[in-house]
Nanobody, 113 residues
Framework: VRCVESGGGLVQAGGSLRLSCVAS????????LDWSRQAPGGQREVVAA???????VYADSVKERFTISRDAAKNTLYLDMINLKPEDTGVYYC????????WGQGTRVTVAS
């Protein structure tokens, strides 16, 4: 499985971004697709996950602000982020089953206060 993320950028606090991830390979053998982020100097943490049946789970810090979705036909995973906060700054990665595939380059999100 290979994941290629895009869509990051610089945004003001309160702004929005949509991240995309194209996942190639046999992803159907895994249980979830997920987005993780790594803040500067911090550890990588899962912020949102979606099962292949459409169930979703979010970290408390992003609930009601982030929405994870997928387009199976395009093998694409999305993360819609609204009301962004400076603490959302970091590099965002997608993966399967919370990190069972090689990590991609990620996409950097910077939220300015």
């Amino acid at each position: 499985v290979r994941c290629v993320e895009s869509g990051g950028g610089l945004v003001q606090a309160g702004g929005s971004l949509r991240l995309s991830c194209v996942a190639s390979g046999t992803i159907s053998r895994f249980n979830t697709l997920d987005w993780s982020r790594q803040a500067p100097g911090g550890q990588r943490e899962v912020v949102a996950a979606i099962t292949f049946t459409g169930n979703t789970v979010y970290a408390d810090s992003v609930k009601e602000r982030f929405t994870i979705s997928r387009d199976a036909a395009k093998n694409t995973l999305y993360l819609d982020m609204i009301n962004l906060k400076p603490e959302d700054t970091g590099v965002y990665y997608c993966n399967v089953d919370r990190g069972r595939a090689p990590w991609g380059q990620g996409t950097r999100v910077t939220v300015a206060s």
